[in-house]
T-cell receptor, first 115, second 109 residues
């Protein structure tokens, strides 16, 4: 149980385009989903927390107009990187849990490369 | 605020035992997680400690001392596939996880 999927697993795009990443909890209902970014040889940095049906809470320094998060259902959250630039190239990972302090289960990650 | 300290890198021999330490300072305490992350992959859950003491799960054990703000992950009978980063993480009051920078473990033959 507790499987989280992400799609796509990797994407290469041109600078200025937008990219959408999906995160799904496959066998449980995720009250909360989290989006992380990880640069090479660095730890995971939380970008935002989203609860189903409400606006995402963004961490300091993360532009909410650039990283659009939609959590339309208890099993799906999407992250859209708008007008992507090379510095947005990173490993984006989502996670989900069923309640506060519950274990977070991670998706397999999406590697974004912006040319 | 939150702070987590772990050694950056460790090397150990196949078949040996290795202990990865983590010290933490958190506002409030809601347990401590350990995750394993292989290069290029997402983290996978290893353990969650909320009470003091040692919890054993096969080759992996995790220890917690709340009074000392200290935890360790113990890996026994090391295998080559155990080469990975091991992340210590603490829940925040906002239902987030605050991660340490991780310890990159290299297992050598």
């Amino acid at each position: 149980g507790a499987v989280v999927s992400q799609h796509p697993s990797w994407v290469i795009c041109k600078s200025g385009t937008s990219v959408k990443i999906e995160c799904r909890s496959l066998d449980f209902q995720a009250t909360t989903m989290f989006w992380y970014r990880q640069f090479p040889k660095q730890s995971l940095m939380l970008m935002a927390t989203s609860n189903e049906g409400s606006k995402a809470t963004y961490e300091q320094g993360v532009e909410k107009d650039k990283f659009l998060i939609n959590h339309a259902s208890l099993t799906l959250s999407t992250l859209t990187v708008t007008s992507a630039h090379p510095e947005d190239s990173s490993f984006y990972i989502c996670s989900a849990n069923t309640g506060p302090q519950d274990t977070q289960y991670f998706g397999p990650g999406t590697r974004l490369t912006v040319l | 605020g939150q702070n987590i300290d772990q050694p950056t890198e460790m090397t150990a021999t196949e078949g040996a035992i290795v202990q990865i330490n983590c010290t933490y300072q958190t506002s409030g305490f809601n347990g401590l997680f350990w995750y394993q992350q292989h290069a290029g992959e997402a983290p996978t859950f290893l353990s969650y400690n909320v009470l003091d003491g040692l919890e054993e799960k096969g080759r992996f054990s995790s220890f917690l001392s709340r009074s000392k703000g200290y935890s360790y992950l113990l890996l026994k009978e090391l295998q080559m596939k155990d080469s990975a980063s091991y992340l210590c993480a603490a829940p925040t009051g906002a239902n987030n996880l605050f991660f340490g920078t991780g310890t990159r473990l290299t297992v050598i033959p």
